[in-house]
């Protein structure tokens, strides 16, 4: 097993706990409920924006391992954008376990 495999594996487990962390949060955030003031409301938006783009993310990561595998046109101009140049670096991946690593922390810290 080479180092390209290990960090692909690393940042595939890293996607799977932030994706899911990030769906629960986003599940839980409600910037349209009454009765917010308006830095309330904002903070609200900008919190569901930030785990919406996580969990877009996240879930790109498991999709490019997936999608070799589908059978889709690869001559369309959207692939070059879904499939990676490359496999993820030693600084994408140490970027998904640190942040999965502090979301882990979190749910053991809160028991």
Not at 46 to 64: D, E, Q, R, S, V
Request: glycine share 6%; proline share 7%.
């Amino acid at each position: 097993m080479t180092i390209d495999h290990v960090l692909q594996v690393l940042y595939w487990l890293a996607a799977v706990i932030v994706l899911a962390e990030a769906l629960n949060k986003l599940e839980r955030t409600a910037p349209c409920r009454a009765g917010l003031s308006p830095r309330e409301r904002t903070t609200e938006w900008l919190k569901a924006l930030a785990w919406l783009c996580l969990a877009f993310g996240a879930a790109g990561a498991l999709l490019t391992l997936l999608l070799p595998l589908l059978p889709i046109n690869r001559a369309g101009l959207l692939w070059p954008l879904l499939i990676p140049a490359h496999p993820p670096s030693l600084q994408d991946t140490c970027t998904a376990v640190g942040f999965a690593m502090l979301i882990i922390r979190t749910r053991v810290k809160e028991g």
